[in-house]
C-alpha cells in the first residue's frame, strides 16, 4: 500500500560526527525504469527510509513492463548544502508477487459425454489467472461443490496446464441417470489478499451425458443347481432358468441357447428357458464328475 517502507539506505562519514561534515542527506537521483510513475518511491532525507508513493495500483507486478526497479541513491554531508560531498549507491527494489487476481472458469458451462461402465477423465476445466505463473498464487485447486452424491467423479489440477481434470472413478449406469450435472469451483492455493474475493466466475457448470452401452443378460441365480435322479424320462424338465437384460429402457427381448453340453443330454427353450432332457442321464458317465454334471446356456439381447 501507499508509504510501505521498502528499505532503509545507510551510509557513513569519516568526518567528526559532532559537527555538519557528517550531517547526511539523502535524495534519489534516478530511478529505472520510469513507468508507470517517474516518482514511484521516495526517500526520507535525514533517515534513509525508502518508501511506495503511488497507489497500489501502479504497483501491480501483473501490468508491469518489469518487476525490478534500480534506484540512484545520493548521500551529501554538510547537511545536504551544496558545498556537501556526495557519494551514490544503487537501490535495487524487487516487486513480489500478491495474490491479487482470482481464478476465473474460461466459460461458465462446459459439456462432456462419457459411456456407461467407463471410467477416467472426460473433460479438462479451463481457468485464466493473471498472478505470476508456477506460484501458490497462480495454481488453481478445484473443488465439486454439487452434484456428486455418489462420489463417482473427481477432479484434479493438471501441474502443467492448471486445468481442471475431471474424471469418473465410478462407472456410471444410463439407467439410473443419463445425465449428471456437477458444480465447481476453482480457487488458489495461497490466499487472496483482504480486499480481494472470489466471485461469480470462480464456479462453473458441467453438464454431462452418459451414453448407453448395450450390456449383456444376466443370469439370477448364477450358478444354479438342481438336483434329479439318474434315468428320469427323456423330456423331463429340469429347470427353467431365467436371465434380465440390465438395459432396461432398450425393451429387449432375450433368447437362450445351449453354449456347453459335454453328453448332449439338454436341451433349452430359446423363449422362455426352460431345461429339458434329451437322453437318459447317467450317473456313471464319465461326464459326471461326484455326482456333478455341469453345463452351460447363454443369454442374448436383441441388440
Known amino acids: ?65 518489469t518487476p525490478k526497479y534500480e534506484l ?34 474460461t466459460k461458465k458451462e462446459f459439456q462432456a459425454t462419457v459411456k456407461e461402465g467407463v471410467t477416467g477423465v472426460i473433460v479438462n476445466l479451463t481457468v485464466g489467472d493473471r498472478d505470476d505463473p508456477a506460484t501458490g498464487a497462480w495454481r488453481a485447486v478445484y473443488t465439486i ?11 484434479h489440477t493438471n501441474p502443467q496446464t492448471n486445468e481442471g481434470m475431471l474424471s469418473v472413478v465410478k462407472p456410471l449406469d444410463y439407467e439410473i441417470s443419463a445425465f449428471h450435472t456437477l458444480l465447481i469451483k476453482v480457487e488458489n492455493e495461497d490466499p487472496l489478499i483482504p480486499d480481494i474475493a472470489y466471485g461469480p466466475s470462480s464456479t462453473a457448470t458441467v453438464q454431462i451425458t452418459v451414453e448407453d ?60 428357458g426352460t431345461i429339458g432332457t434329451t437322453a437318459v442321464l447317467d450317473r456313471e458317465s464319465p461326464y459326471v ?3 456333478i454334471y455341469t453345463a452351460l446356456f447363454l443369454a442374448i439381447d436383441s441388440g
Open 1 to 65: 500500500p501507499l508509504g510501505t517502507t521498502v528499505m532503509r539506505m545507510t551510509a557513513f562519514d569519516a568526518d567528526d560526527s559532532s559537527t555538519d561534515n557528517a550531517l547526511l542527506r539523502y535524495n534519489i537521483l534516478k530511478q529505472t525504469p520510469t513507468k508507470p510513475s517517474p516518482n514511484m518511491f521516495y526517500i526520507d532525507p535525514e533517515k534513509g527510509d525508502i518508501v511506495t508513493v503511488v497507489s497500489p495500483v501502479l504497483l501491480d507486478r501483473e501490468t508491469m513492463e
Open 72 to 105: 540512484v541513491i545520493e548521500a551529501k554531508d554538510m547537511g545536504g548544502l551544496d558545498v556537501g560531498l556526495t557519494g551514490t549507491a544503487t537501490a535495487t527494489i524487487l516487486i513480489d508477487d500478491k495474490n491479487d487476481h482470482p481464478p476465473e472458469f
Open 145 to 155: 461443490i454439487n452434484g456428486n452424491p455418489g462420489q463417482s467423479f473427481e477432479i
Open 213 to 272: 452401452v448395450n450390456e449383456g443378460p444376466v443370469f439370477h441365480p448364477n450358478p444354479m443347481t438342481v438336483t434329479k435322479q439318474e434315468n428320469i424320462p427323456i423330456g423331463s424338465v429340469v429347470l427353467t432358468v431365467n436371465a434380465t437384460d440390465p438395459d432396461t429402457l432398450q425393451h429387449q427381448t432375450i433368447r437362450y441357447s445351449v453354449y456347453k453340453d459335454p453328453a448332449g443330454w439338454l436341451e433349452i427353450n430359446p423363449t422362455n
Open 289 to 291: 464328475q461326484n455326482n
